[in-house]
């Protein structure tokens, strides 16, 4: 079965903190992503990685970065989190570059 | 910019009853239409895909139908149950964005017993 975890399924921060979300997957899959899913808005791409070290700008990139050190690993920062940075983010993998992507269960972010 | 579009966002039925979500796409590239389904506190999982060589698929009680020259695809839950109530999101990818999936707003399901 393919597992994908996320480091924690709800965190709260404030306003300029430095965000981490840590997402990692177990099945040597060279995709990663970060999605964030808002109620009437559907899942919308923040940033996905296609190999170590390597990454590109999806649809909503702007206050985000990420990280990919090791192929298991993928890290989304937010640098100075936002209020409107209140999200549910959701980490995907997949062997294939169109291929299924398999979900973590997601890290409900506030920020106050 | 792709778009995905789904409806309806909301679709109340009962046990026994076909409930039908309709996507329409804008990027004749696409080649790869799957349906994520999602749980309360749980993120979404491949329900089902269809690739535009085929105009309908079936996977157990659910079906997608798709007709290519009108760039639509459907998701049909035959007998549906109280346990598929979830949240349904169809997507797509293909072309110039063969990572990518651009996904749909999604339809929140109710299956009443």
Not at chain 1, 9 to 34: A, I, P, S
Not at chain 1, 72 to 89: C, K, P
Not at chain 2, 52 to 79: C, W, Y
Request: hydrophobic letters at 30%.
């Amino acid at each position: 079965d393919v597992k994908v975890t996320q480091s924690s399924r709800y965190l709260v921060k404030r306003t300029g903190e430095k965000v981490f979300l840590e997402c990692v997957q177990d099945m040597d899959h060279e995709n990663m992503f970060w999605y964030r899913q808002d109620p009437g808005l559907g899942l919308r791409l923040i940033y996905f990685s296609y190999d170590v070290k390597m990454k590109e700008k999806g649809d909503i990139p702007e206050g985000y970065s990420v990280s990919r050190e090791k192929k298991e690993r993928f890290s989304l920062i937010l640098e100075s989190a936002s209020t409107n940075q209140t999200s549910m983010y959701l980490c995907a993998s997949s062997l294939y570059s169109a291929g299924t992507q398999y979900f973590g269960p997601g890290t409900r972010l506030t920020v106050l | 910019q792709q778009q995905v579009k789904q409806s309806p966002q909301s679709l109340i039925v009962q046990k026994g009853g076909i409930p039908i979500i309709n996507c329409a796409y804008e990027n004749t590239a696409f080649d790869y239409f799957p349906w994520y389904q999602q749980f309360p506190g749980k993120g979404p999982a491949l329900l089902i895909a269809i690739r535009p060589d085929v105009s309908e698929k079936k996977e157990g009680r659910f079906t997608i139908s798709f007709n290519k020259s009108a760039k639509q695809f459907s998701l049909h839950i035959m007998d549906s149950q109280p346990g598929d109530s979830a949240t349904y999101f169809c997507a797509a990818s293909g072309g110039g964005s063969n990572y990518k999936l651009t996904f749909g707003k999604g339809t929140l399901l109710t299956v009443n017993p």
